[in-house]
């Protein structure tokens, strides 16, 4: 074969190849999934912005234009400040716990055990089971009483001491949900964790055994930097979807006892629906938007930075 | 036989009972209602009684929770697609209760119908919004300790008639091994319960005009008996009236631990009896009313109009759905019985089921105060109310400090 068979096309050819997005083919494709997005995603997205411009009651026809009075009531209630703060700490707790546990779990299933498969399976399991289904089941294993779930276990154990009123205690309430979370997503997390691993070259583990490598100097060294892009990415999941939590939060506490797992979303789904302030809910749920938003866009350009670095 | 006879006859047969069915189908109205699963019961006898009397009327029946019906019912008011008959709740304190639904112009006005005349004028401000009525409010409901009578006798406790008798009786269940109330007040709803209890008494007894009073900026939360009403809640907790952890017990566990046996009574509305009877077909199951002080003569119960129904402007089927509400005015008594309640006229004759019989007198003689939340503003009360409580037992709040932010929400 000639060098010149296997040359670049000529300018002609790649003109036409660089044309040929022109025809418009590529757009027909994708034009049936736009015009959905558009009408069940971003028109009522963005006309659901205006009610929270509005005093309206999600009753009456008409609605009055607020301007920015909703946002400047919410900014002042105290109850939207705690809810923030719950939010805040519920996503937090979800992010760290969540994939730490779903990192020993990788490191765990990764390793060659003849059961790895089937321990992958049961460990992703309950992130296919629906959150309310899982939340009602929680709702038994920490039974208060005693004679069921989590404190017949401890007390079985010996640990009576230990046993805790699980979602009624204030103190306690928002970590026990932090920890059905946890328990619900952490084979998630370790599902991506375990893609990450396996695309580390055995090659440089090899080489670090020959240097003479400690295991945990070729997980700092070698598994970790490596594992940065699984990392960014399961942290962005776990923050946002803490930030937006609101099944299991609404299942086993309803946002109670009192205001101590009240989060935006739960608040937002009062403000609309058992208060019959749409306009308010509409600003609360559009500030969490944009709260979301903005953590997750820092979150993402700092871990970027990370990956870059490492 | 010709071929054209023996396929004639067959085919015109078909077509006559082709249409039977169009002319039946045309002549089938279906109604559609949504109501409190609180009541399913008590109005599914109803509607299978309206049904077997008219087969040409289909009642779609749908039942769901309070909060549930709550927010499903109002974003189908607000998208224009109601179910032609809906649970209406009384007063102003709930976002599904009559005042700020009529002032939304979602409910049909149906003052013209003949079961108006037998709301009782003492009723007429949370039912009626300006002279006119908008829903039918079939009956009254208490609240009261629903007790298990074998267990009382068991224990040889009597029913308790002072606040220090019910301290009592805390301590004699609670030397046998038993829990004296059972408490779930995990589902916010079920902490209201002993103050709306104890609240009548406290209140209303010594001040009937309080609520005029608190409206017009007289009276409030923090300088009434709704103190006291509060300290004594809480003194049934320290004294070990409660289950453990009643923060952490739901709702469904409550009427477990009557329905069992292990606790003797709980605080409830009427409405529960039939449910804690399904959980134990033998229990022997009553009401008494819960004492709020020492002095019986002085006690005084809640008892207030319980949710009913209203028809949608938008529905199709007016004169239908006012039919049934007709006949479903005109058996009260058997939705009574069913539901475990009061008719909303009790008179000297009234009969009302056994278990409720202790609190008739109350009723007759007029000792009673209507649901607090009913003439309260709006739901955020209720809210700031609810969530109060469990921060009372959770240790997250004060009495005072409670009472403050339900008059701060109060006045909002």
Excluded at chain 1, 120 to 136: G, K
Excluded at chain 1, 242 to 269: I, N
Excluded at chain 2, 160 to 166: C, G, K, L, M, Y
Excluded at chain 2, 260 to 287: F, H, R, T, W, Y
Aim: hydrophobic share 45%.
């Amino acid at each position: 074969m000639s060098r010149a068979e296997v040359s670049p096309p000529s300018d002609a050819v790649a003109r036409a190849h660089r044309a040929r997005p022109a025809t418009g083919v590529p757009v027909i494709f994708i034009v049936p999934a736009l015009v959905l997005y558009v009408f069940v995603v971003v028109y009522p997205s963005i006309s659901g912005i205006t009610y929270a411009f509005t005093d309206w009651n999600g009753l009456t026809a008409t609605r009055g234009f607020v301007g920015f009075r909703n946002f400047r009531e919410l900014l002042g209630d105290d109850a939207a400040r705690a809810a923030l703060g719950n939010t805040f700490r519920l996503a937090l707790g979800v992010m760290v716990v969540q994939n730490a546990a779903g990192l020993l779990l990788a490191l765990g299933t990764h390793a060659r055990l003849r059961s790895r498969f089937v321990l992958r399976t049961l460990f992703f399991a309950p992130a296919v089971t629906s959150t309310l289904i899982a939340a009602f089941l929680w709702q038994y294993i920490y039974d208060p009483s005693g004679r069921q779930g989590l404190n017949a276990l401890l007390g079985s154990l010996g640990l009576g001491t230990w046993q805790q009123d699980w979602l009624g205690n204030p103190d306690l309430a928002l970590w026990s949900v932090v920890l059905v979370v946890v328990w619900q997503y952490a084979g998630y997390s370790m599902v991506i964790f375990l893609a990450g691993l396996q695309g580390i070259p055995q090659e440089l583990y090899e080489a670090a055994d020959i240097d003479g490598a400690s295991g945990a100097r070729k997980f700092w060294h070698i598994t970790w930097p490596l594992l940065a892009p699984a990392l960014t990415l399961n942290l962005m999941l776990s923050l946002v979807g803490g930030l937006k939590l609101f099944d299991q939060v609404f299942a086993m506490t309803g946002g109670g006892p009192g205001y101590a797992t009240e989060t935006l979303s739960t608040l937002v789904y009062k403000q609309a629906f058992v208060f019959g302030h749409y306009g308010l809910g509409t600003a609360l749920a559009f500030m969490l938007a944009i709260i979301v938003a903005a953590v997750s866009l820092i979150q993402l350009n700092l871990l970027r930075a990370r990956e870059v670095s490492e | 036989m010709p071929f054209t006879r023996t396929v004639r006859r067959p085919m015109t047969l078909a077509l006559m009972l082709a249409l039977s069915t169009v002319a039946g189908a045309q002549s089938q109205t279906t109604l559609t209602l949504v109501a409190d699963s609180n009541i399913q019961m008590a109005m599914q006898g109803i509607i299978d009684a309206y049904q077997k009397l008219n087969p040409n009327v289909r009642i779609n029946a749908t039942f769901a929770p309070t909060d549930q019906i709550l927010v499903s019912v109002r974003t189908r008011l607000g998208a224009g697609n109601a179910p032609d008959l809906f649970s209406v709740y009384p007063g102003a304190g709930s976002a599904l209760s009559v005042i700020p639904l009529v002032q939304a112009k979602q409910l049909l006005e149906l003052s013209d119908q003949p079961w108006v005349s037998g709301i009782p004028s003492t009723f007429n401000d949370v039912l009626k919004v300006g002279g006119k009525a908008y829903f039918f409010p079939p009956t009254q409901t208490t609240i009261g300790a629903i007790y298990n009578e074998d267990a009382f006798k068991a224990l040889k406790i009597a029913v308790p008639s002072t606040w220090n008798e019910v301290l009592q009786m805390c301590d004699s269940a609670k030397a046998a091994g038993k829990v004296a109330f059972a408490l779930g007040n995990k589902d916010s709803w079920v902490t209201q319960l002993i103050p709306y209890a104890l609240v009548p008494t406290t209140v209303y007894a010594v001040n009937g005009t309080f609520d005029a009073q608190q409206k017009a900026g007289k009276a409030s939360f923090a300088a009434s008996g709704w103190r006291e009403a509060f300290t004594k809640y809480l003194e049934m907790n320290t004294r070990g009236c409660f289950n453990a952890n009643p923060n952490g017990t739901s709702f469904q566990q409550q009427t477990q631990l009557v329905a069992s046996g292990e606790a003797i009574a709980a605080v409830s509305v009427a409405g529960i009896l039939p449910l804690i009877q399904a959980n134990n077909k033998d229990a022997k199951l009553a009401m008494f009313p819960l004492p709020g002080s020492n002095t019986p003569a002085r006690n005084w119960i809640p008892a207030a109009p319980s949710v009913g129904l209203g028809i949608a402007p938008t529905s199709k089927n007016v004169t239908a759905a006012k039919a049934f509400l007709n006949y479903f005015s005109q058996n009260v008594d058997t939705y009574a019985q069913l539901a475990s309640e009061l008719p909303l006229a009790v008179t000297a004759n009234t009969k009302v089921v056994p278990a409720l019989t202790r609190m008739l007198p109350f009723i007759r003689t007029k000792k009673t105060a209507l649901f607090m939340d009913q003439r309260w503003p709006s739901p955020e009360v209720q809210q700031v109310h609810l969530a109060g409580i469990q921060e009372l037992f959770g240790g997250r709040t004060t009495v005072p400090a409670l009472l403050q932010k339900m008059d701060q929400t109060y006045n909002k």
